[in-house]
């Protein structure tokens, strides 16, 4: 399983980013995908997920409204456009695929990172 991140960056607050995960065709199809995050000094937690067929969608509270999880299956990528940024969404951002009773909690897969940083 092979996830690749991409979009990352330096924004100042209230400006948008948009991450990139690609998958392989057998991932892509197989998995729910979504992303977390991990911040300086802190544990990763769950950020966003959708669902195989695209139809479900689920957020953290700190992001709901503010970011939005969507699939492109004619590119098998996820995407997670952000806007709003606050610093407190600085982090490294990982996509992750797994099934959707562990995509949220405890995913087996994950891709390499990628920094959000939030400049106030």
């Known amino acids: 399983v092979e996830l690749v991140e991409s979009g990352g960056g330096l924004v100042q607050a209230g400006g948008s980013l948009r991450l990139s995960c690609a998958a392989s065709a057998a991932t892509y199809s197989s998995y729910a995908m979504g992303w977390f995050r991990q911040a300086p000094g802190k544990e990763r937690e769950f950020v966003a997920l959708v669902s195989w067929s695209g139809e479900h969608t689920y957020y953290e509270g700190s992001v709901k409204g503010r970011f939005t999880i969507s699939r492109d299956n004619a590119k098998n990528t996820i995407y997670l456009q952000m806007d709003r940024l606050e610093p407190e969404d600085t982090a490294v951002y990982y996509c992750?695929?797994?099934?959707?009773?562990?995509?949220?909690?405890?995913?087996?897969?994950w891709g390499q990172g990628t920094q959000v940083t939030v400049t106030s």
């Open positions: 992750v695929a797994d099934s959707i009773v562990l995509i949220r909690t405890a995913p087996n897969y």
